[in-house]
């Protein structure tokens, strides 16, 4: 099957830092995508890991370990507007084609 | 803005309507998706076009229909839809098809009553 796992919800201060883990059973696994939505709006694109490794985008990092099925977002100096929902994707070849399959995403509330 | 534009972006049709959504992207993708977001589940992958071909149906009902005449548009024709069909309906691009990066449009709100 293909599948991806995360938390349904986490809660944070501001200014802290959080993690937010993916865990994924999928076939044919080519890279990990991770989204941003609020509420109301579009899921934008945060970073995409082709390799194994961390990539870093200002406060965001991202991590890909494909021997161990995984992947997590991590948010530095949390701010309120980091309120949102999150999402990974799995850049899945397993299909006849190349496409996205997402996790249920996970609900992020920064408190004050 | 992210490039990509739907409409309407609200929708309130009967079950014997028939109805289409529209999508337009500025970016010069080739490729384009259908997804459809229901409260508490993933994003569901429907259709994928690239460079205006078809080449993913994810087992979605004929009432739902796509259409892509080029590659800057894509549609979704809705005939004779039932309440579970009520959902956000999201379109996006990509540069090239798979390759992680997705641009999302606002969504259109489909309400099935």
């Known amino acids: 099957g293909q599948s991806l796992e995360q938390p349904s919800e986490v809660t944070a201060v501001e200014g802290a830092i959080v993690q937010i883990n993916c865990t994924y059973q999928?076939?044919?696994?080519?890279?990990l995508s991770w989204y941003q939505q609020h509420d109301g709006g579009a899921p934008t694109f945060l970073s995409y890991?082709?390799?194994?490794g961390l990539e870093e985008t200002g406060r965001f990092s991202s991590f890909l370990s494909r021997s161990d099925s995984y992947g997590y977002l991590l948010l530095q100096e949390l701010q309120m507007k980091d309120s949102a929902s999150y999402f990974c994707?799995?850049?899945?070849?397993?299909?006849?084609?190349?496409?996205?399959?997402f996790g249920k995403g996970t609900k992020l509330s920064v408190k004050p | 803005e992210t490039g990509v534009t739907q409409t309407p972006r609200h929708l309130v049709m009967g079950m014997t309507n028939k109805k289409s959504l529209k999508c337009e992207q500025h970016?010069?993708?080739?490729?384009m998706y259908w997804y459809k977001q229901s409260a508490k589940k993933p994003l569901e992958l429907m259709f994928v076009?690239?460079?205006?071909?078809?080449?993913e149906n994810n087992s979605v009902p004929s009432r739902f229909s796509p259409e892509c005449p080029n590659s800057s548009h894509l549609f979704l024709h809705l005939h004779t839809l039932q309440p579970e069909d009520s959902a956000l309906y999201l379109c996006?691009?990509?540069?090239?098809?798979?390759?992680?990066?997705?641009?999302f449009g606002e969504g259109s709100r489909l309400t099935v009553l």
């Open positions: 994707a799995g850049v899945n070849y397993g299909g006849s084609q190349g496409n996205l399959i």
């Open positions: 076009y690239s460079l205006e071909e078809r080449v």
């Open positions: 890991n082709a390799l194994d």
């Open positions: 970016l010069g993708h080739n490729a």
């Open positions: 996006a691009s990509s540069q090239v098809l798979g390759n992680g990066e997705l641009f």
């Open positions: 999928t076939s044919g696994f080519y890279g």
